[in-house]
């Protein structure tokens, strides 16, 4: 490692903190050519590299007087924490070269004719290629001889037999879409459509071909037209979703073209593309109506398009329908023309600006809407008619958050309509299609007297959405490995505009979502933010919790790191401004924000690797050192990272003054760094220094925020996975829990304790699980008796309660379940003039299915009431019954989406496997039912990622590893491939490594 003197430091602390992070590393590194011999990754020995963090941090006189408290001790340290180390050279060299022997012996008879024979069959072969014809190897054989071409590249064969003249998954960039004139004639009775797609194209380079995408369209008619308008013929190759047209002349770079697709398809029974949709109205009638999903590969389900994100492009959209019935897209309607067939066609503005298809969207519907002008725009929230009363706070909301982004980026949001709506029948929580943003009901509307917890996950929601208007639809990653830049932007903008805009909501949960990204980012089978994509399947699983909540993350941690609260915010305007309409990649990101700083440098170690840092303290007097490694789980056949992070560290002690460098005084007595939990890593303070902070919280719970309380609960949970803390040690920390006051620590404290208290109830230990049982009880249950059972406003008490009385009812504690069955009487019997309060119906629910008759009478509750929140958490009351004959029929009925729509199968699922009847019926159902489960929602999805994740990860011994092992690998192209079965795997060895060391020493520490 290199090394730095006093004198070299002291020289640095002059300097601003850029240039202490550069002259630190301006020194070119000694070079000494080695060669090694290759190793065995098993037989690598990582090690972490330290350096000495003796920078100057903020000045006293940077200090505003209101932050002289302890907390605001906790300073951005003038570096980054960045080291560079060579690896470790041994002077020795482990093999030599041996002497030449003095002498050869005369080889034996036998080795002769093996030799000679060897040759010939050699020779023989070689001549039989030489003199063999010129041949062209394509998957159907030697087709013909070729004289002049010995060898071409291995086309695919199209549905006719013909060669498909496009081997890639990626589209070629010869050609590019200019203008969309779709024409959709939907026919609801039969569940079919029939459309016409006019595409104007730009020629970026000389072609004979156009490849593009079309699934399951069945194309009737082709026109193509440079000039001459003529029929042609198309080409499809089904696998890759992709459609070809083969010119007879050459386009030139520069000219324009028009190609004509007329076809017919089926409405989707799934829910992507152009799909059937259907919803019980207030008089019991079935009134059905057709939307669209088309994110992220799925708009070539509906019409032929170049579906992918860098294909933008201006869109002129007709759609016909029944007089009953209403159409929306993007944009306003321009006008309506009675069709001689009795139908209407509804016509919309061009687009006034360019969009990737999977931006599109149009629904045919009976939808009724609210509107409000809103800077120039007509804001409009729709919904079914029965549930237009759900709808004000949506419109409240979506205006207010409207007004601020408009303002924050000091950009307006660029189309003259919003519409917010609420499909009945909808997979994902919701999608930011330009102008026309779909919603599942459960995230859009909000009764009238709805908990402050349920208006909170609305306002997430919608705040997310909108944001994707700025980033994503006016700006728009370049290919799918760059979807961070959608989502990860997305979740941090979520989360900084309601706490601007609407601080009682009191949005801390972020910090529970970030350590689930944490934990699955601890994993081997994590990826880096932004990573290789290069089939349909790794497109889906870009949609999790490291696209958007670490990511998120990362960009809260730069925000810290940046100088000045405006300076971040300055970049992101740049960028948006300067891309505006184009499409990006995480370095366009980095260069506008590298104004002052090379963000590009520190930033690039966190998306462009996988995993996080393990940053552990140590103190010697005075000093303190913090060395880094790479947080892995995961020991066997690991792929670590070879490159280190550059973190910012911020940090918090028990004195007041900020040091300029962290040379602590002894008379600090605790170090707590990632002030507020703004960093993306986890951090061990070794033994003393966990001891001082647990001795800091039982003396004072209030030394730290709730933010750094519930990251050092994560953190030593992790550690302790890892295996660098006993357990001991975690249910040390944990004893000032009965003094806690706020959520975020007790849920994320009760989370952990519950995912042991599972593993052991699967397992079958029932000594340890009454002793956990007890445990939770004896240390949460002061807290647990506080709570009230009445209607509460404040959203964290709300949050605290559903944590604190869900764990008492689920672990059977005596006074909850009486509680929660009086109050689920009292509302059966009120005829629905009473209510629980939202934030107590889950638990209600819950303790109400465990009986037989409370069952029944909840079954009979979720098919009769309208509001969608309620009836999500009666679905989950439902599905926790430990009657091994309702869990088989509920999993069933998920399926069918008869009583229960299909949509919530991840969440029964889910809910199933938590319970001890059921774990193991929901893991025969999914193998039973794969074929049908992945026709329902795509491989690779968040639905299929939940539904694997749920199913296997209470899972922990060998005989659970092989059957899962087995049954994935036999699925072959249906699935074996997938991350979240490496994931899957992964955990099941984790939790069995765990539980194998941990079982025995249990017995004593409970």
């Not at 042991?756 to 249950?781: C, P, T």
Request: net charge neutral.
């Amino acid at each position: 490692c290199r090394r730095f003197t006093n004198r070299k430091l002291k020289k640095l602390t002059n300097l601003p903190r850029n240039m202490i992070e550069n002259s630190m590393f301006e020194e070119e590194p000694d070079v000494v050519d080695l060669t090694f011999p290759a190793l065995d990754p098993d037989e690598v020995v990582y090690e972490p590299r330290s350096s000495r963090l003796l920078v100057r941090g903020l000045g006293e006189n940077d200090m505003d007087e209101d932050d002289e408290d302890c907390e605001s001790s906790a300073r951005l340290l003038g570096m980054s924490f960045m080291n560079r180390s060579s690896a470790h050279r041994s002077s020795s060299f482990p093999y030599t070269r041996q002497a030449p022997p003095r002498s050869c012996s005369r080889p034996s008879a036998r080795t002769t004719v093996v030799c000679v024979l060897f040759l010939v069959i050699v020779a023989s072969m070689t001549m039989v290629l030489y003199f063999l014809p010129g041949c062209t190897f394509t998957k159907a054989g030697c087709r013909k001889t070729n004289k002049t071409t010995p060898f071409e590249p291995v086309y695919p064969l199209s549905t006719n037999g013909k060669l498909f003249p496009w081997a890639q998954f990626r589209l070629p960039r010869s050609v590019r879409p200019v203008n969309y004139d779709l024409t959709l004639n939907p026919d609801l009775n039969n569940m079919t459509f029939t459309g016409r797609t006019v595409i104007t194209m730009s020629v970026l380079h000389n072609t004979k071909i156009i490849v593009l995408h079309s699934a399951h369209l069945n194309i009737t008619k082709a026109t193509f037209k440079v000039g001459l308008e003529g029929d042609v013929t198309v080409l499809e190759y089904q696998t890759r979703q992709q459609i070809a047209v083969q010119l007879s002349e050459e386009m030139k770079a520069g000219q324009s073209c028009v190609l004509t697709l007329d076809y017919s398809a089926s409405l989707s029974h799934t829910y992507d593309g152009f799909y059937n949709s259907s919803y019980i109205d207030k008089e019991g009638n079935k009134r059905v109506l057709a939307a669209t999903q088309f994110e992220p590969l799925s708009a070539r389900k509906a019409f032929p398009c170049f579906d992918e994100p860098a294909f933008k492009a201006t869109f002129l959209i007709k759609i016909s329908r029944k007089s009953n019935y209403t159409t929306l897209s993007n944009m306003p309607q321009v006008k309506s023309t009675p069709l001689p067939n009795g139908l209407v066609q509804d016509e919309f503005e061009k687009t006034s600006v360019n969009m990737s298809t999977y931006l599109v969207a149009f629904i045919v519907a009976d939808f009724t809407p609210i509107s409000k002008n809103v800077s120039e725009t007509l804001v409009s929230v729709y919904s079914v008619p029965e549930k237009k009363e759900h709808t004000d706070y949506a419109l409240d909301t979506a205006s207010k958050l409207l007004e601020f982004y408009n303002s924050f980026f000091e950009i307006n949001y660029p189309l003259k309509k919003l519409d917010l709506v609420a499909i009945p029948d909808f997979l994902a929580g919701a999608m930011e299609n330009w102008g026309l943003i779909t919603f599942r009901e459960t995230t859009l509307l909000v009764g009238n007297q709805s908990s402050p917890l349920e208006k909170q996950l609305v306002a997430s929601v919608i705040a997310h959405e909108l944001a994707h208007q700025w980033f994503g639809n006016l700006v728009t990653m370049s290919w799918w490995n760059d979807l961070w830049l959608n989502e990860g932007f997305a979740t941090y903008m979520q989360y900084m505009s309601l706490q601007t805009v609407f601080p009682t909501l009191d949005i801390v949960s972020s910090n529970i979502l970030r350590f689930r990204a944490l934990d699955k980012d601890a994993l081997n089978s994590s990826h880096a933010v932004s990573t290789e994509v290069n089939n349909p399947e790794q497109v889906e699983e870009m949609f999790d919790s490291v696209s958007y909540e670490k990511g998120a993350s990362i960009l809260m941690m730069l925000n810290t790191w940046l100088p000045g609260k405006q300076q971040f915010r300055k970049g992101i305007i740049q960028y948006l401004k300067q891309f505006s309409g184009l499409n990006t990649d995480t370095d366009d990101l980095w260069n506008s924000l590298t104004q002052h700083h090379n963000v590009s440098e520190m930033m690039r170690s966190w998306t462009s690797q996988k995993g996080f840092p393990l940053v552990t303290v140590s103190r010697q007097g005075g000093q303190v050192t913090l060395t880094q490694e790479h947080f892995l789980l995961t020991s066997d056949k690991a792929t670590y990272t070879s490159s280190l992070w550059n973190i910012p560290v911020t940090y918090v002690t028990d004195n007041c003054k900020t040091p300029r460098t962290l040379e602590l005084p002894e008379s600090v007595k605790w170090l707590k760094l990632n002030y507020r939990n703004t960093g993306f890593y986890i951090v061990h303070y070794g033994d003393e220094g966990w001891a001082a902070l647990k001795d800091a919280l039982s003396s004072n719970v209030q030394v730290l925020t709730q933010e750094d309380r519930a990251s050092l609960i994560h953190n030593i949970f992790a550690l302790s996975r890892l295996g660098r803390v006993s357990f001991y040690q975690v249910l040390n920390l944990l004893k000032y829990m009965s003094n806690e006051t706020e959520s975020c620590p007790v849920t994320e404290a009760l989370l952990q304790l519950n995912v042991i208290y599972r593993l052991l109830d699967k397992r079958q230990e029932d000594s340890l699980v009454a002793r956990m049982k007890h445990y939770i009880l004896y240390r949460f249950g002061s807290l647990m008796d506080n709570q009230t059972w009445g209607e509460e406003e404040s959203v964290s008490k709300q949050e605290l309660r559903s944590a604190l009385l869900g764990s008492a009812c689920s672990l059977n504690q005596e006074n909850c379940i009486q509680q929660a069955k009086a109050l689920f009487k009292h509302y059966d019997e009120s005829n629905g003039t009473s209510r629980i309060p939202g934030d107590l119906q889950q638990v209600v629910f819950t303790v109400a299915a465990q009986s037989n008759e409370d069952w029944l009478t909840l079954l009979h509750m979720y098919q009769t009431v309208t509001y969608d929140a309620e009836k999500r958490k009666m679905l989950r009351g439902l599905a926790s019954t430990q009657d091994a004959r309702r869990i088989v029929w509920i999993l069933k009925a998920g399926l069918r989406g008869d009583i229960i729509q299909t949509q919530e199968l991840p969440l029964v699922i889910s809910t199933v496997c938590n319970g001890f009847a059921g774990y193991l019926f929901a893991w025969d159902f999914i193998q039973e039912n794969w074929d049908r489960l992945i026709e329902k929602f795509p491989i690779g999805s968040y639905a299929i990622q939940t539904i694997i994740k749920s199913a296997t990860s209470q899972f922990s011994t060998q005989a659970h590893l092989d059957r899962v092992q087995g049954f994935f690998s036999s699925l072959k192209e249906r699935g074996s491939q997938m991350r979240s079965v490496q994931e899957a795997l992964e955990t099941i060895r984790l939790n069995q490594r765990w539980m194998d060391k941990n079982l025995p020493t249990l017995q004593k520490w409970l």
